[in-house]
């Protein structure tokens, strides 16, 4: 009697501890009572009744990522290519997500489909390979409308990959080595250009500096004779002044004229004009040297 007394006590004991549950942090419980929904448990302490209320669903409100495979989809141009996307979703009520759909992951993988074909059919191939983040923010706005009513918030949407045919990923790969050498043609002319234009540049700045230089000497030396030439007027000015200054006879002009006689003598003149005065004082000066000879 006293076994069976213990047993009851031992049975009714783990029944109780088997109804009290704590619920995790981020994660809810959705708690169904004689079949039907009763209530969500949040983070904390709860207890159920026995044998009346179940755990329907334990939910973890993370945000989930999900990769999905690549789906094929064809263009405007007709081209058809492989694209995989990343859906990041975060569930915002267990119970929608719970009775809502019956496998949401699922449903939201399918969706994701249509909705990748729906959009990328109205696009041609160079404004796909482009248009990622156009693509993406559409995509998660529709998906992020479908789902609200499963409890789910879509937060972005991500193309993984996009994969075109391997004949047009060679002809794009040929395109950009066409352009890249087409650029590199272009820097190359490009830099002849500018040495050309720097050479120039140079030349010119030499001649400039050259004309500079011989408009300086010439400037230097026209300088130079002009001070000379006034420097020779001075001093005949000079000269005059001190003979007006000393009052010579007229002995001492007549002899300074038979001077400047002599001084024009040697020029390369072939008529000289001589005044009477200095052909007498030119035979008084023959006469002098006579006598001194003799």
Known sequence: MLEMLLLIVFIAIFIVASCVKVVPQAHAFVIERLGSYHATWSTGLHAKIPFIDKIAKRVSLK????????????????????????????I?????????????????????????????????????????????????????????????????????NILPPREIQDAMEKQMKAERERRAKILDAEGEKRSEILIAEGHKEAAILKADAIKETKIREAEGEAQAILSVQKAYADSIKLLNEANPSEKVISLKSLEAFGKAADGKATKIIIPSEIQSLAGLAVSVKELLED
Do not use: C
């Open 63 to 90: 945000e989930k990522v999900v990769d999905f495979p690549p789906q094929p989809v064809i263009t405007k141009d007709n081209v058809t290519m492989q694209i995989d996307t990343i859906v990041y979703f975060q």
């Open 92 to 160: 915002t009520d267990p119970k929608l997500y719970t009775y809502g759909v019956e496998n949401p992951i699922f449903a939201i993988e399918n969706l994701t489909a249509t909705t990748l074909r729906n959009i990328i059919g109205d696009l041609e191939l160079d404004h796909t390979l482009t248009s990622r983040d156009v693509i993406n923010t559409k995509i998660r706005a529709i998906l992020d409308k479908a789902t609200d009513p499963w409890g789910i918030k879509v937060n972005r949407v991500e193309l993984k």
